[in-house]
């Protein structure tokens, strides 16, 4: 017997993000390069490709006076990849 769950399913854990997917439990918003293997076997399709594309990259952090200098550099560096 199976518990029946309804509602959004919210995670940061890839392997859980896929196993929902391939068990039928929606959308996921992965990176490709984590399930390249599931789109290789079919098990897995990419959808929404152009918005994915023009999303490009965002960096989300706490700011405050405190700001590491190792994450002032990746944020210098990140700028600048295209």
């Given at each position: 017997m199976r518990p029946s769950l309804e509602g959004p399913l919210s995670s940061n854990d890839p392997v859980l993000l896929i196993a929902a997917t391939l068990d039928g439990a929606g959308?996921?918003?992965?990176?490709?390069?984590?399930?390249?293997?599931?789109l290789?076997?079919?098990q897995l399709i990419a959808v929404f490709e152009d918005c994915a594309q023009a999303?490009?990259?965002?960096l989300n952090f706490l700011r405050n006076r405190h700001v590491a200098p190792v994450l002032v550099a990746l944020i210098e560096f990140l700028s600048q990849v295209e």
């Open positions: 959308l996921a918003y992965i990176t490709e390069a984590t399930i390249l293997d599931y290789a076997a079919g999303l490009g990259m965002a």
